[in-house]
């Protein structure tokens, strides 16, 4: 648990940006709640693409993926999957990402936005620098 945190922290501090103070123990929670319906970490997934490497990586970007005309602009528009933008996305969705098919409307509590971020950073890979 300890190593987890560390690493958390290390790879936040190396995305830059605003800091996600979260837990991810409770972040998996939430996340196997309300996101694991659609979405894996790891690879493939039939309705959703996954979220494993996230963060740092541009929306749309995935190949294979059948990414909605709104992901597509936000993508072609510069959007990156960093630690400001995901939690303006997971709050509401539609406020990044006019137009996702997305039937998600967001998270409402500050904390557990924080805890599922703080959970996909497990799953991503610090920037090459």
């Known amino acids: 648990m300890l190593r987890t ?12 940006g605003t800091a996600a103070q979260g837990d991810a123990v409770m972040g998996e929670t939430v996340f196997n709640e309300r996101c694991a319906g659609c979405h894996s970490l790891s690879g493939e997934s039939d309705t959703a693409p996954a979220l494993d490497n996230l963060i740092g990586r541009p929306a749309a970007s995935l190949e294979g993926v059948q990414y909605s005309d709104g992901m597509i602009e936000a993508g072609q528009a510069g959007v990156v ?19 996702t098919r997305m039937a998600f409307t967001g998270l409402s509590k500050p904390e557990d936005v924080a805890n599922v971020i703080a959970y996909l950073a497990t799953f991503s890979s610090p920037p090459a620098r």
């Open 81 to 99: 999957w960093d630690v400001e933008t995901l939690t303006k996305f997971i709050t509401k969705p539609r406020t990044v990402v006019n137009g």
């Open 5 to 16: 945190s560390i690493a958390i922290t290390a790879l936040i501090a190396s995305v830059g």
